[in-house]
């Protein structure tokens, strides 16, 4: 990623000469608006359209394009509070990796705004960040179109779509040694305005390829933000159930009150899909289990009723198992949950947890039996603890494994066939590469792929 941020390859002569015309032609029409003029004025040759129709509405609403400085909004415990809050929040660790990352040695800034303007967060190279501050390009400031006048984030909030700004073209002359590209960033679900993802700095912010680097990143925190909605949901659907099988006073059990707050419902989470050792999450912590610790939360989330030290002896160890090695290890894992949350630690006689567990692998079960296939297989990142030989455990395995392939064959497009077709295993699933086969239709390039796969498929069998 980081190739893709660093600053394009050297123009050549004739987008020099362009680039260096177009600053030539902003610059005069800013004489016009010290004649408070711009306004009325008629189009002016070689600048861009947008940018006049920009420069009116700046004009139009008052923004001053001597004042050096953006105008702070909120500052402090207000902006803390503000930004918890949002739901951009949620994507931020997608523009780090994406964005903010590469952008510490490409001399960029990175800004994500809210969906009035306002700066929410602003990283990137230091030095960059420490000029930026004479123009309070900081969180916390407000660059819409009626504080700043022309720039990316405020102007593409304005357009609703992404856009580059290069130089003089800025409404306020301070900003003028700056370029940027931003993209505005809907709601993947309602299509809501929620935002804007900005980059900028020198004439390397508005290369031809950033506003695509922007856009694709946008993309991908939509998409993010789409799928931890759908495993909120899924956690939701998962823990209503239980509640429906467990009894009343387990139900109340939840942190020794009645219900939870709805935010621990994805927070206290176990997961079990495509890992040898399980990722308990409880309140934001979280912890790596150890393997036989993994089997056992898995076990015990599965049986809200709770199990005997016989029964839960009989699910964990292959032949005979022992309670007393059970109970050995029982005392093991309340001290880790001890360290974790206090609350977390499982009752005995029977072992049954304390507190709501949400594993990954009952979401997806929960999607299947509600006919969400396309749920479940964004949220099943592989086999259930894979390596595991705990009898109970290889039973889950095999169930949430097989009911997920059925799905996908009997109700699944091709488009989820090929996805499911992806997973460690189902490669050498012959069914579902034929059954994706017949789905694609005669001309998809998707097809010769599928067919080399089912070539090999059938060399190896024949071997």
Not at 129 to 142: K, L, N, S, Y
Not at 208 to 219: D, F
Request: proline share 6%.
């Amino acid at each position: 990623m980081r190739s893709l941020i660093q600053p394009a390859a050297t123009r050549g002569k004739a987008g020099q000469d362009a680039a260096e015309l177009a600053q030539r032609h902003a610059l005069a029409a800013h004489e016009q608006l010290d004649a408070h003029a711009f306004p009325d004025a008629p189009e002016i040759p070689g600048l861009r359209r947008l940018i006049r129709e920009s420069w009116q509405r700046s004009a139009r609403l008052q923004a001053n394009p001597d004042v050096p400085e953006a105008p702070l909004a909120m500052d402090g415990e207000e902006l803390e509070a503000y930004r918890r809050q949002h739901p951009l929040a949620a994507i931020m660790p997608v523009i780090q990796k994406l964005l903010i990352q590469p952008s510490h040695e490409s001399g960029l800034l990175v800004a994500v705004g809210d969906d009035v303007g306002r700066l929410l967060w602003v990283e990137g190279d230091p030095v960059m960040q420490r000029r930026a501050e004479g123009m309070m390009f900081v969180p916390g400031a407000d660059w819409s179109e009626a504080m700043v006048g022309t720039s990316a984030p405020g102007t593409a909030l304005a357009l609703g779509r992404g856009i580059q700004i290069s130089g003089a073209e800025h409404y306020k002359r301070s900003v003028h040694p700056w370029s940027c590209t931003a993209v505005p960033f809907q709601d993947p679900d309602s299509g809501a305005l929620l935002g804007v993802v900005d980059i900028t700095g020198t004439e390397s912010a508005v290369a031809p390829h950033t506003l695509s680097l922007v856009e694709a990143t946008v993309a991908a925190a939509q998409a993010q933000l789409r799928v931890e909605r759908l495993q909120l949901a899924a956690a939701k659907a998962t823990r209503t159930a239980s509640r429906r099988r467990a009894p009343a006073s387990a139900a109340r059990r939840a942190d020794g009150a009645g219900s939870a707050a709805e935010g621990s419902l994805y927070r206290n989470s176990l997961q079990l899909l495509g890992r040898d050792q399980a990722l308990l999450s409880i309140e934001g912590r979280t912890v790596a289990l150890s393997a036989r610790h993994s089997e056992i939360l898995a076990l015990l989330s599965t049986h809200p009723d709770g199990l005997s030290a016989e029964e839960l002896s009989v699910l964990l160890y292959p032949g005979d198992g022992s309670t007393m090695t059970l109970r050995a290890e029982m005392v093991r894992l309340r001290k880790v949950l001890q360290g974790l949350n206090p609350a977390a630690v499982p009752e005995s006689r029977p072992y049954r947890l304390a507190m709501d567990l949400v594993p990954d692998s009952g979401q997806v079960l929960s999607c299947l039996q509600r006919g969400a296939h396309r749920i479940a297989l964004e949220i099943y990142r592989g086999a259930v603890l894979p390596r595991s030989e705990a009898p109970g455990i290889v039973e889950l395995r095999g169930r949430v494994s097989s009911l997920l392939r059925e799905a996908v064959l009997t109700d699944g497009s091709a488009e989820s066939l090929l996805r499911y077709a992806e997973l460690p295993e189902a490669r050498d699933d012959v069914g579902v590469r034929l059954a994706a086969l017949k789905l694609l239709p005669p001309r998809s390039p998707k097809r010769a792929a599928v067919v080399a796969d089912l070539e090999r498929l059938e060399t190896e069998l024949s071997a």
